[in-house]
Structure formats: structure tokens, C-alpha cells
């Protein structure tokens, strides 16, 4: 699983958007993409850690501990 956590009111999740449904078409069946609004799934937000937003975790395959999601630093485009 690849997932962004986000406020629906931050302007840079807002901008992310777009990028991130590319992403999620760009990798239909390959890696399954999601997102979570973090203001409302706040137990979840914080069990992982997210303190900003977007924030983007990597569950590799095989995940079993919280202590497995990677967080991803990387571009924010497509």
C-alpha cells in the first residue's frame, strides 16, 4: 500500500490531488494507492506517526508492525 495522509483543508494536499490519482491509476494493479483523511481518522493518523500534512507512507508487502510503514520523502508528482 502507498498512502497519503491529508487535511482537506491544507493547500498542499489540495495541490497533491491530481498527482496523487495519477498515481493511483499509474499503478493500478501493481501497488494499491490510498488516501486517509487524517482530521477525521485521527487515532490512525497518529498510530503512524503523521504530525503534517500530505504525509506519504509505503506499507511494504509482508507489512505486519506499525514499525514497517516507510515514510516517502520523495517528489510529489506523479
Do not use: Q
Request: hydrophobic share 40%; glycine share 10%; with cysteine.
Amino acid at each position: 500500500w502507498f498512502v497519503e495522509f491529508y487535511a482537506p483543508w491544507c493547500g498542499h494536499c489540495k495541490k497533491l490531488e491530481p498527482e496523487w490519482n495519477k498515481v493511483g491509476s499509474e499503478l493500478k494493479g501493481k501497488v494499491k494507492v490510498a488516501k486517509v483523511d487524517a482530521t477525521a481518522a485521527t487515532t490512525l493518523a497518529s498510530r503512524f506517526g503523521v504530525s503534517g500534512y500530505p504525509t506519504i507512507k509505503f506499507f511494504p508487502a509482508g507489512f505486519s508492525r506499525d514499525g514497517d510503514a516507510l515514510p516517502y520523502d520523495g517528489a510529489r508528482d506523479a
